[in-house]
């Protein structure tokens, strides 16, 4: 069926540096995009979300970008700080056709080395 | 955004009983919808909750194992019923308002012996 899917499963990168994770989908049809932060024992967190009419999106020290042709979409994270270790999950739905639950890729873990 | 909170954060169960498990919204919301997560690993959407209608089940989720509620637009329950070990997880609940943005609970982590 449709899925969600990541490129790498861990990322690690030194604190102050910059990451980019990563998110490949299949659904043609998906219009919209959400970013989430997972930490240990919590909930998901929203981050940042993007409609397919847009190929970006900047919010405070994230940028998300949106590559519809290749159905990729990819979060970019400047200065990371060790507070942004966390599970990193994309999702998307295709509310367009009334579809409104998400649909998740499996996860990105970004490790911050002090 | 909306504020979800879950209620029991956590449990641990015999096999062969039911637990039930509550999501509360502080603001009334359009959609919300229950996910399983098991460990390590990313969510499944188990069911969008409709208000005053039955449940909407995806594949491989029945409502004899995992009836849903969802009385009015601010709350709704998932029962995991007849439970075995291998429905050991973590059961999330959210929900949508007007917007698109989709905002999680925090999660009940149940183990089941």
């Known amino acids: 069926g449709e899925s969600v899917g990541l490129h790498l499963p861990t990322l690690s990168v030194q604190e102050g540096d910059n990451s980019i994770i990563n998110c490949a989908y299949s659904n043609s049809a998906s219009d919209y995009f959400i970013w989430y932060k997972q930490e240990s024992g919590k909930g998901p967190q929203f981050i940042i979300d993007i409609r397919s009419n847009m190929d970006k999106r900047q919010g405070q020290r994230v940028t998300v970008l949106l590559n519809k042709t290749v159905k990729h979409l990819s979060l970019q994270i400047a200065a990371t700080q060790p507070g942004d270790s966390a599970v990193y999950f994309c999702?998307?739905?295709?509310?367009?056709?009334?579809?409104?639950?998400?649909?998740f890729g499996s996860g990105t873990r970004l490790q911050v080395q002090p | 955004s909306a504020v979800i909170s879950q209620k029991p954060s956590r449990d641990i169960c015999q096999r062969g009983t039911s637990l039930t498990i509550q999501c509360q919204v502080d603001?009334?919301?359009?959609?919300m919808f229950w996910y399983r997560q098991q460990p390590g690993q990313s969510l499944t959407l188990i069911a969008t909750?409709?208000?005053?209608?039955?449940?909407?089940?995806e594949s491989g989720f029945v409502i004899d194992k995992f009836p849903i509620s969802r009385p009015n637009l601010t709350f709704s329950t998932l029962t995991v019923s007849n439970m075995s070990p291998e429905d050991s997880s973590i059961y999330l609940c959210?929900?949508?308002?007007?917007?698109?943005?989709?905002?999680f609970g925090p999660g009940t982590r149940l183990t089941v012996t």
């Open positions: 999702a998307e739905n295709a509310h367009l056709t009334g579809r409104r639950a998400l649909t």
């Open positions: 909750a409709n208000q005053g209608s039955e449940a909407t089940y």
């Open positions: 959210s929900a949508s308002g007007q917007g698109l943005e989709q905002y």
């Open positions: 603001s009334q919301v359009t959609m």
